[in-house]
């Protein structure tokens, strides 16, 4: 039976576009913890954490990797702090592969420019810092992974396939 591809990263890496590629290439089930959040909630992550605040949408996003986890086949997309829980990490594990997207600062900045679409960075004044900061304090709870894929520069398909590789190697692909 195959295990779960679990992909974590930092905001910005790709962890739902390369997901959901990924899942097609394996012909796996796609779950994306955001948009699970999302969908359970009722509303977007932004008003989430506008109205209820970090703290229950962490609540949420660890009921969600609990539901995730129990899930076959199946490539889940983590959010960019999901790693912060020792215990959401525990399950994803058990779970699965952990591969880890990543990418530069100023690639990161760039991908995630957009206002309103986090919170974590929308409240910050300097947004190039707040990004260096929180992926510096983030960076150990990243290193967790079983492989590591830089995303910088590079296609959909070459970061897939790199992915495909690794799993092949580690004998959760075959063929
Ligand atoms: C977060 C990342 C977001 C989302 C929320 C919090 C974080 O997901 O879960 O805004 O703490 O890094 P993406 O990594 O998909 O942007």
New binding site residues.
Partial sequence: MARNVVLI?????G??SIGKRLASRLGFAFL???QF?EEREGCK??EI?AGRGEAY?RAA?KKAVEEAASRKNTVI??????V?DPENMERLRRSGAIVCLTADVDTIVAR?SRRG????LDRSGDRRQAVAE?LES?RSLYEQADCFVDTNNRSPLEITEEICHFLKREGNLHG
Avoid: N, Q, S, W
């Fill in positions: 990263g930092f905001m910005g890496t962890k739902t994306d913890l955001d959040i992550i932004p954490f949408f996003e997309a983590t959010g960019g702090g999901t912060k995630t679409e986090r919170p974590l929180l983030r």
